[in-house]
């Protein structure tokens, strides 16, 4: 794991760490060519094509009661099983809180569909 990941997680719960460490080798694994950035002012980490904004697909946001997976451009996403919260014009997230909603087949199509608009194979 990155040095700056594990920094990162440091300031929360073990159960929170492990949730985390959980949703980043999904995101990994979604996206194996994902470019990893840490942003520790916003306690963040990004998953992209680069690190410009618009390269960006996973937004990983650990919180106090879990994680949340953010989807860069998930408003315009399909949603066929409702995950995705928020309001904003642009981005989503999905609220996670144990591993089985992090194993749930629904969560990993929703990140296949994200994956294949952000590289073009969708519309």
Same mark, same amino acid.
Request: proline letters at 7%; charged letters at 25%; a negative charge.
């Given at each position: 794991? !990155? *040095?700056?990941?594990?920094?990162?997680?440091?300031?929360?719960?073990?159960?929170?760490?492990?949730?985390? %460490?959980?949703?980043?080798?999904?995101?990994?694994?979604? &996206?194996?060519?994902? =470019?990893?950035?840490? *942003? $520790? $002012?916003?306690?963040?980490?990004?998953?992209?094509?680069?690190? %410009?904004?618009?390269?960006?697909?996973?937004?990983?946001?650990? =919180?106090?009661?879990?994680?949340?997976?953010?989807?860069?451009?998930?408003?315009?996403?399909? !949603? $066929?099983? @409702?995950?995705?919260?928020?309001?904003?014009?642009?981005?989503?997230?999905?609220?996670?809180? @144990?591993?089985?909603? =992090?194993? @749930? $087949?629904?969560?990993?199509?929703? &990140?296949?569909?994200?994956?294949? %608009?952000? @590289?073009?194979?969708?519309?």
């Amino acid at each position: 794991m !990155d *040095d700056n990941v594990g920094i990162l997680l440091t300031q929360y719960s073990p159960e929170v760490q492990e949730l985390a %460490r959980k949703v980043r080798r999904l995101v990994l694994e979604v &996206m194996p060519e994902a =470019v990893e950035q840490v *942003d $520790p $002012p916003d306690r963040l980490i990004t998953y992209g094509f680069g690190t %410009r904004m618009h390269e960006i697909v996973f937004v990983l946001m650990p =919180v106090k009661a879990g994680v949340n997976l953010g989807f860069y451009r998930g408003a315009t996403l399909p !949603d $066929p099983h @409702s995950l995705l919260s928020g309001t904003g014009k642009r981005h989503r997230h999905v609220r996670l809180q @144990s591993a089985a909603e =992090v194993e @749930s $087949p629904a969560l990993r199509e929703l &990140m296949d569909s994200a994956l294949a %608009r952000a @590289s073009g194979d969708s519309p």
